[in-house]
């Protein structure tokens, strides 16, 4: 006989009904000892899951600190005269210790203009914080308390590593009540809200509201994997979505924070769009992705390159380009004169040969790659490669569709010359084509 778990409440019905029905002592007797063994069961993992939690606040705990800032400013004059009373005006906020020696990380948010900083620990001891490095982009900060002797710390995660699902616990100060722990799981990652270029946030229902500004978001390891920054709210309050900063993000800004007190990114020089399905039609490619260059600015490291407007930009320094969101991030981890690899800049548009576009250009093939655009003045343009050519080999490799195509451009190297064979009506001929430098 199979069983199902059950509650109290239909544990007490079954009781009943078995009464009721008459079943003898032995079979009920029976039947209760294989509901009472699964109650049990179930009584126990619900108590096995629940001191995970109570671990995690009694270790990270006391490397969360409350923050108090304060700053001068003067009431708005609303009659004529010299009286103008200034007052101190007074935020709070959260961080967390990540050095024994008192270095804190919280948001910009919580300490901007401050003219004085107060970190209250969790024993109850204060002490006066120095701002050290201070990024408004990503609304990241670090300061630094000068306690005697070794602060507890939180260990950093690894927030790319983190799923959507995942149980996570949000530490801080909510409307000042200091230490509160809430819990909830990973609602999305990548979220943009507006905030920024650099918007790439941690979305969570675990409870976050002011206060919690520039608490931890911290992972089922006892790892912090975000900073907790914003909510989404009507009312002021909680409604169950909440943002972090992953901490990736602020760990390739601490060495600058740290020794700069501020953060110098990579900067390529362009304006770009999101690239659309009608774009990606249009642009010959097999699906949208990438980011669409729609401004290049004059001598930036983009325009030496030879980037142009119309390009897409598919990767860059290695890491794929999805959607134009992830480019400024990139770009902005690069750092400040490296020479970072891009998808080969040849200045023409391809795409797969389908029985509509063989009809529309007249071809008899329907399949393989067609030119569909050349850029004048472009590495391809200089080649002789015309809209219409239908290219069947680069460097001597077969080019059997798109995927081919982008292969064997992006093996050329810089200057390099190669061999692309074109079938161009009734004649076939080879090109010569220099890779940009």
Do not use: C
């Amino acid at each position: 006989m199979h069983y199902r778990k059950i509650g109290i409440k239909e544990l007490v019905i079954v009781a009943l009904t078995l009464s009721l029905l008459g079943y003898v002592a032995g079979e009920r007797l029976d039947l209760f000892s294989k509901i009472a063994v699964i109650s049990s069961d179930k009584a126990f993992a619900a108590t096995e899951e629940l001191p995970i939690f109570v671990a995690l606040a009694n270790k990270l705990s006391p490397a969360v600190v409350n923050i108090s800032t304060s700053h001068t400013v003067e009431t708005p004059q609303l009659f004529p005269g010299p009286y103008r009373r200034p007052f101190s005006q007074r935020s709070l906020g959260s961080g967390f210790i990540i050095d024994p020696d008192g270095f804190i990380l919280t948001n910009n948010h919580v300490v901007i203009n401050a003219e004085k900083i107060v970190v209250k620990l969790s024993d109850g001891r204060e002490f006066e914080a120095k701002a050290i490095g201070k990024d408004p982009k990503t609304d990241i900060a670090l300061i630094k308390i000068g306690a005697a002797g070794k602060l507890p710390t939180v260990s950093l995660g690894d927030s790319d590593k983190l799923q959507v699902g995942e149980w996570v616990l949000a530490i801080g100060n909510p409307f000042g009540l200091d230490q509160t722990v809430t819990a909830g799981i990973v609602s999305a990652k990548g979220r943009i809200v507006g905030a920024g270029a650099y918007d790439n946030f941690i979305q969570t229902d675990a409870s976050i509201n002011p206060g919690n500004s520039g608490g931890p978001l911290v992972n089922m390891q006892g790892e912090v994997v975000g900073v907790d920054t914003a909510i989404f709210t009507r009312s002021g309050g909680n409604i169950g979505i909440g943002f972090a900063i992953p901490i990736n993000l602020v760990k390739d800004l601490l060495p600058e924070l740290r020794t700069k007190g501020k953060v110098v990114r990579g900067w390529l020089g362009v304006a770009i769009q999101r690239v659309t399905p009608a774009l990606a039609e249009g642009l010959g490619l097999e699906k949208p992705r990438g980011a669409l260059v729609t401004f290049v600015a004059t001598d930036s490291p983009a325009d030496r390159a030879g980037m142009k407007v119309g390009d897409v930009i598919i990767e860059f320094d290695g890491n794929k380009i999805d959607n134009s969101d992830k480019l400024p991030l990139v770009v902005a981890r690069t750092p400040v004169g490296k020479d970072a690899k891009d998808k080969k800049n040849l200045g023409l548009t391809v795409q797969n040969v389908t029985p509509q576009v063989a009809e529309s250009l007249g071809l008899d093939r329907t399949d393989g790659v067609v030119v569909r655009a050349v850029r004048p003045g472009s590495a391809a343009d200089e080649a002789g490669l015309r809209r219409g050519d239908f290219i069947l080999e680069i460097d001597r490799k077969r080019i059997k569709n798109l995927s081919d195509f982008q292969n064997a451009a992006n093996s050329i190297n810089k200057d390099e010359v190669v061999l692309v064979l074109v079938d161009r009506g009734e004649t076939t001929l080879f090109l010569t084509l220099r890779a940009p430098g």
